[in-house]
């Protein structure tokens, strides 16, 4: 257990819905990362905080929006949902940026329709 | 262009051997970090090792240690004595110290075979 919560686990939506997904980093880290891992593009980093500003961007669409929250929390809302969306979209911490480990959480499993 | 290059999509090894999986990159940055992760089939992602383009001796972590060649630009995971927990995906990803991206590599399944 690496102390990253992720919720929900799997999510089934249709295509053009909203979803949202949250991640609570391990305790004390003030670093999120989210990557979205599907079969056809692998595994892509999508975007980072560091305490509660946003530091990196990756491949990360317009259609997806991310924040990270006082309480160092960090949500990624996917809306206008389409079926290449579908994927395990992981949330990592580390204490501060750069740092050499990152933690990963246990991944959302997401399936548009 | 930024690229990670993993070109052994599966790799089958016997049990107790060492194992190597290639990795190699391109870029013109000078300051980067390089990483290899692990993905089991129950599809968690496990940090194994870390190199920093600067550091000049090869990380090593444990029976996990990474065959850095800087002028090659690759940055080799060696697994020694492998087990049959070892059986997994395996990733390498850089981060580039300037804008903190991070791209990874397309894996490698390893099986090690009893």
């Known amino acids: 257990d690496s102390g990253v919560t992720q919720t929900p686990k799997h999510l089934i939506t249709a295509t053009g819905q909203r979803v949202t997904l949250r991640c609570s980093p391990r305790?004390?880290?003030?670093?999120v990362y989210w990557y979205q891992q599907s079969l056809d593009q692998g595994l892509q980093f999508l975007i980072q905080?560091?305490?509660?500003?946003?530091?990196a961007k990756g491949n990360i669409l317009e259609r997806f929006s991310a924040q990270q929250f006082p309480d160092l929390h960090s949500e990624l809302n996917l809306s206008s949902l389409e079926l290449g969306d579908s994927a395990l979209y992981f949330c990592?911490?580390?204490?501060?940026?750069?740092?050499?480990?990152?933690?990963f959480g246990p991944g959302t499993r997401l399936t548009v329709t | 262009a930024q690229k990670i290059t993993q070109t052994q999509p599966g790799m089958f090894v016997q049990e107790k051997e060492a194992v190597t999986l290639d990795c190699t990159y391109d870029t013109s940055d000078q300051s980067y970090g390089l990483f290899w992760y692990k993905q089991p089939s129950s599809g968690e992602m496990i940090f194994l090792i870390y190199q920093g383009s600067y550091d000049e001796q090869n990380a090593t972590e444990g029976r996990y240690s990474l065959n850095f060649q800087k002028a090659r630009k690759s940055a080799n995971l060696v697994i020694s004595a492998s087990q049959l927990g070892d059986s997994a995906m395996y990733f390498c990803?850089?981060?580039?110290?300037?804008?903190?991206?991070?791209?990874f590599g397309k894996g490698t399944r390893l099986h090690i075979l009893p």
């Open positions: 990592a911490s580390s204490e501060a940026p750069r740092q050499s480990e990152q933690y």
């Open positions: 990803a850089m981060r580039f110290l300037g804008d903190d991206k991070i791209i």
């Open positions: 305790s004390g880290d003030l670093s």
């Open positions: 905080y560091y305490n509660g500003e946003e530091r």
